[in-house]
């Protein structure tokens, strides 16, 4: 495939992942448009999205690993060969829902979350400057100690979920939710680890680690007694280091731009 | 441009060689760092069929509205 071909089909999938997203967000704020047609106006359980308290950090969990995949293929849209972080950063919440799969059941699987995904593993796989952009990373060691610090409570709190959607009843484990949980957890740790390897455009990773735990954390705060939510103690933790991912990064990008 | 190189001496001091002339046309890589292997586009394709082999049966049961 020559490049310029590959370039061509590379941001053809690029738009149809931005236009299946755009349209699974377009089902879940008017649920009858796909309810009507499918005998159920009502729209099912796609109305209870966003709607039912008890679903709201799930809700929310999901609709940020998404939408941590639409901000990174956004950003291919105007300059794939600068934003490769942003590429690697689209595909992570992708391949987190898909190790959070392997580890529970296949009830995690949902259409919205296999449709974006697909295209957007594809067109990780087809990014024109990706694999070349490999040699250019640049390690940071103060972002990667951040992440390791938060990996092992995340990696607790993914193991919990796993094991709450392997053995849970209930509505939640039924629809697969624990899963998302397990998968939001992996997520945070993968992409802090995309940002930290400081490729072209990574500066776009660092803020949405950091904007992950912390709307998490204050997601917690607000809905103490939701399922899913962070105990408080947790939930200020997981705010105060997001705060500091992100200031961490500014000084690391700071200091790059300082002549040498 | 397609650069082709001397293994074990000086480019300048042989002629091109053509085993690698033929291996960088093969693979499709001309001057520059290497770009997407193959195996990418393999995964890729098996990515498609698995995932458009899911969303059909999914429908196909009526899986959608009830998640």
Known sequence: MTPRVQGRLFMAVVLVTLGLAALFGLIVARPALVGGPAGDPSGGHIAEHFRQPHHRIHDLAFGLLLGTTVLGMLAQVRAPARNVAGQLMAATPILALLLATLATDPRVLSIPWVAVGAPTIVATLLHPALFRSFGTRRPSRPMIALITVTAIPLLAYALSNIALQRSGPGDHAALGHYGYMAAFAFAVVGVGLVSSLRLPGWRLATPVTGALAVLLGSASLVWPDVDGALATAWALAAIAWGAVYVSVGEIVRRTDRLPS | ?67
Do not use: K
């Not at chain 2, 397609?2 to 002629?15: D, M």
């Open chain 2, 1 to 67: 441009m397609l650069r082709t190189r001397s293994f074990g001496s000086p480019a300048e001091s042989r002629p091109p060689n053509i085993v690698c002339a033929y291996m960088q046309l093969m693979h499709g890589q001309d001057d520059g760092p290497p770009g997407t292997p193959r195996w990418a586009y393999a995964t890729a394709i098996v990515v498609v069929v698995l995932a458009v082999a899911f969303v059909v049966m999914h429908l196909a049961g009526g899986g959608f509205v009830g998640h």
